[in-house]
């Protein structure tokens, strides 16, 4: 999970520094997809064990 955050954390920043649109949307939709990923294995934890990380 805390790989899925500082990836989400990395293209986020890469986002915040393209000059290009095309990049900052391609940075900001990867972002996305980290939280996502974060999102889901969250989910399973919480299901699987009953227990909810703490961000």
Do not use: C, P
């Not at 990395?10 to 095309?22: C, G």
């Not at 997809?33 to 990380?53: A, C, K, N, P, W």
């Amino acid at each position: 999970m805390r790989h899925e955050r500082k990836s989400e954390d990395f293209y986020s920043e890469l986002a915040k520094r393209a000059e290009d649109e095309n990049q900052r949307n391609f940075f900001q939709m990867l972002s996305k997809y980290e939280r996502g990923h974060y999102e889901i294995i969250d989910s399973y934890l919480e299901d699987v064990t009953q227990f909810r990380m703490q961000t």
